[in-house]
């Protein structure tokens, strides 16, 4: 059971990818998100060729717990997704990037990939969030 987590972005969308089994996370990358329509099929594509089997999509929510805009926006992306065949789950995405950029300061990265790796460490930190509420 392979499971694709993704940080959705604007700019950029993080990807993670669990191991065949799902119990850890494994590869990452970050695709381009400034055309959309390319994005969604990028994302179809690389969970094809990965055979992935569940798209785990981080849904931002408001420190409440209420959505706002950009959770309209993830839930319209998943949609999309879901239109391609995938099958899509939200996971609270709350503070993932604040917990990623926490991560690459105690690991010393800079740099200009630092956005980027961004992105892939909050795909990551979503992913393992679904991982081990499966465990539970």
């Not at 993670?16 to 998100?33: F, K, Q, R, W």
């Not at 995405?93 to 604040?98: A, G, I, K, P």
């Not at 991560?103 to 992913?127: F, Y």
Request: no cysteine; proline share 2%.
């Amino acid at each position: 059971m392979k499971v694709m987590a993704l940080d959705y972005g604007d700019a950029r969308t993080g990807v993670a990818i669990s191991d065949s089994l799902g119990l850890l996370a494994g590869e990452t990358a970050v695709l381009p998100s400034w055309n959309h329509q390319k994005l969604v099929e990028d994302v179809a594509a690389l969970a094809r060729e990965k055979g992935v089997d569940t798209v785990v999509l981080g849904l931002p929510r408001n420190m409440d717990g209420s959505e706002g805009p950009r959770a309209e926006k993830s839930r319209a992306f998943a949609s999309e997704l879901e239109g391609k065949g995938l099958t899509v789950v939200f996971v609270d995405e709350r503070r993932t990037t604040l917990e990623a950029h926490g991560i690459l300061s105690e690991a010393g990265k800079k740099g200009k990939k630092r956005r980027e790796r961004i992105d892939a460490v909050a795909a990551t930190l979503i992913l393992e969030t679904y991982l081990n509420g499966l465990r539970k």
